[in-house]
């Protein structure tokens, strides 16, 4: 398959009153399309600081990302494009606008590339049906939802642009065992039917059933591990 995402010999490092922190030490990687990959690693050994670095919400000191082909680190690659049309985001703690409903959220980044408003509730309605959030659910305040129902509206609002790279962090981290393995499932199948690229970070040693490649981290530097 398709290399969607390599990152060569990366690097991040925080300056704190501590000193400095090198949370992502020359990290190397890639990734592909229809592909689970799952990167696996203690609190604190750089995961969400990777994860945010190929979503374009951080920048790397050194190194390169290049997503299909472009290499998002470059002064002319257009990251809000980027970052709202081609990349799709899952939190460990959702990060849903809870005043807003359901439908609401999934529309959100539609509007903010300019779908029209019937298309937008089309396709909100299509992928949280999808998710399994029907249509009296959609209406709901996120607030008033479980978990569970929470990240499957945050898969939906993910995929609202239909980006080809998904990128989850600690999507099971507020979760269930049970509620959790749907989550993940959800997030296989986005890869093998939808054919999107998927990226998990997490410390959830499970999740590794889901992988189809895998990676330890640990104190900023990554090493690939056998599935
Ligand atoms: N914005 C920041 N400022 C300072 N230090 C940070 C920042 N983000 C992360 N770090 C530090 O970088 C290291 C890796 O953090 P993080 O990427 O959040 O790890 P993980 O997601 O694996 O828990 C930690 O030592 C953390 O304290
Ligand atoms: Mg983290």
Known sequence: MQDMLEIKDVTKAF?????????????????RKGEVTVILGPSG??????????????????????VFGEDICRPETDLVQYRRGRVGFVFQFFNLLSALTAMENVTLPMDLVGVPADEQRRRA????????????VQRMRTNKMSGGEKQRVAIARALANDPDLILADEPTGNLDSATGAVVV?????????DGKCVVIVTHDEGILRAAD???????????????
């Open 45 to 66: 050994s750089g995961k969400t600081t990777l994860l945010y670095l190929v979503g374009s919400l951080e920048r790397p000191d050194a190194g390169e990302i290049v």
């Open 185 to 193: 499932d959800i997030l296989v199948e986005l890869a093998r039917r």
């Open 125 to 136: 309605s299509e992928l949280l049906e999808r998710m399994g959030i029907e249509g009296r």
């Open 15 to 31: 300056k704190t009153r501590a000193g400095e922190v090198t949370a992502v030490d020359g990290v190397s990687m890639r990734a």
């Open 213 to 227: 490649w895998a990676y330890r981290m640990e104190d900023g530097k990554l090493r690939g591990i056998e599935v």
